[in-house]
């Protein structure tokens, strides 16, 4: 299967699933659509940049650009981040089968704090064929904002942890730090804005 990612390409985790594709042997295409060209080496998989001279005036310039790279590169299906910016683009290309991928904020948050964020977002999840949903939460949000039904909208755990790799064992830092009977340690990044609740996480 040729799939083809549309993103910003900057994302660990749409570098990874790119990766992960690449190694279930399928043929895999990086789109970015970022206002600044990224980094990307990540081998096997295709990548291409566009954003145009004109940023006010992006969105046509966008999506006749990625209509004409999708009839060159014909993928079997399209994955898409953030709903109103490169899903939105996507679907104005009127390309299926489209399959969207919010993360979270971009259907937790955005919509509900710009009116032009919330139309962008309604429409692309109203195109799409599937949206693939981290969690309960979105997948009520998503369905909120589409008035779609359910099964549109399964809940895929893409970020579950690897229990092989993350499981309670000896290690000189429990030791070096007295933790060697902590069953159960919790490790968050740096502060991220309050929606994301990480307070809430460590009590």
């Not at 039904?149 to 429990?174: C, G, H, M, T």
Request: glycine share 4%; charged share 20%.
């Amino acid at each position: 299967m040729k799939i083809a990612f549309i993103s910003g390409g900057s994302s660990i985790h749409e570098r990874r699933l790119a990766t992960k594709a690449k190694e279930r042997g399928h043929e895999v295409a990086l789109i970015s659509m970022r206002h600044t060209k990224v980094e990307f080496n990540i081998p096997g998989v295709d990548f291409y940049h566009y954003y145009p001279r004109t940023p006010r005036l992006r969105v046509i310039p966008m999506v006749l650009h990625l209509r004409k790279l999708l009839r060159r590169i014909r993928p079997d299906v399209i994955v898409t981040s953030n709903p109103s910016t490169y899903g939105f683009f996507a679907a104005l290309s009127g390309f299926n089968p489209h399959v969207a991928l919010p993360w979270g904020t971009d259907v937790l948050h955005l919509p509900y704090n710009s009116w032009v964020a919330r139309q962008e977002t309604r429409f692309t999840l109203r195109q799409a064929d599937m949206v693939i949903c981290l969690s309960s939460e979105i997948q009520t949000r998503v369905q909120e904002l589409s008035s779609g039904p359910l099964s549109k909208f399964p809940i895929v755990p893409v970020f579950s942890p690897d229990n092989q790799r993350f499981a309670p064992r000896e290690s000189w830092v429990r030791r070096e730090l007295g933790w060697h009977d902590n069953k159960i340690l919790i490790m968050t990044r740096p502060p991220y804005p309050v929606i994301y609740g990480v307070e809430f996480f460590v009590e």
